[in-house]
């Protein structure tokens, strides 16, 4: 059952999805529509799932999830991505990337491949943000999603600054 995702509370888990490229308003109303639709008749062993999404960032897929009246299954969360899996293919959006980082710069969302982190901290120094997509309820995404990058894993591609 889809609920308002600002009624869920601290607690509800969430799950990340980051977009390989911005969302357009097109992209907006289709993965609207899908997930809404998904939500709806979401279920974990027959028992409907309080669950909200929201599109952060023109970016990001937040998915939230209230647990406290039922939890979420290995079948619940592998048909999540395999409805996921539909929605990308029709907007041609990637949302399984691990492979590239993301930044914000000047309130945009920046991509970044792994490969080239060394040089992007080069340019960029170690004090732009980055997006911890790996926080896992309302609470930490409000306080622990959006971190400076030298306070992550990410401090290592960093270079010393010299004396």
């Known amino acids: 059952m889809e609920v308002p995702f600002n009624?869920?509370?601290d607690t509800a888990r969430v799950w990340i999805y980051q977009g390989n490229r911005p969302f357009n308003k097109s992209d907006q109303e289709i993965l609207s529509?899908?997930?809404s639709s998904f939500l709806q008749q979401w279920t974990a062993h027959g028992s409907a799932l309080n669950a909200s999404f929201d599109l952060l960032y023109d970016q990001f897929i937040v998915i939230g999830?209230?647990?406290s009246t039922t939890d979420a299954s290995g079948c619940s969360i592998d048909s999540l991505v395999r409805n996921l899996q539909v929605l990308a293919s029709t907007v041609g959006i990637d949302f399984f990337n691990r492979e590239m980082i993301a930044f914000l710069q000047n309130q945009k969302?920046?991509?970044v491949e792994?490969?080239?982190l060394k040089d992007f901290f080069a340019s960029a120094g170690g004090s732009v943000l980055t997006f911890n997509n790996l926080v896992s309820n309302v609470k930490a995404l409000q306080t622990e999603w959006l971190v400076p990058a030298d306070t992550t894993w990410l401090r290592r591609y960093i270079a010393p600054i010299s004396v």
Do not use: F, M, S, Y
């Open 7 to 9: 009624i869920l509370p």
């Open 114 to 116: 792994r490969k080239a």
């Open 65 to 67: 999830l209230d647990e």
């Open 33 to 35: 529509k899908g997930l």
């Open 109 to 111: 969302v920046q991509l």
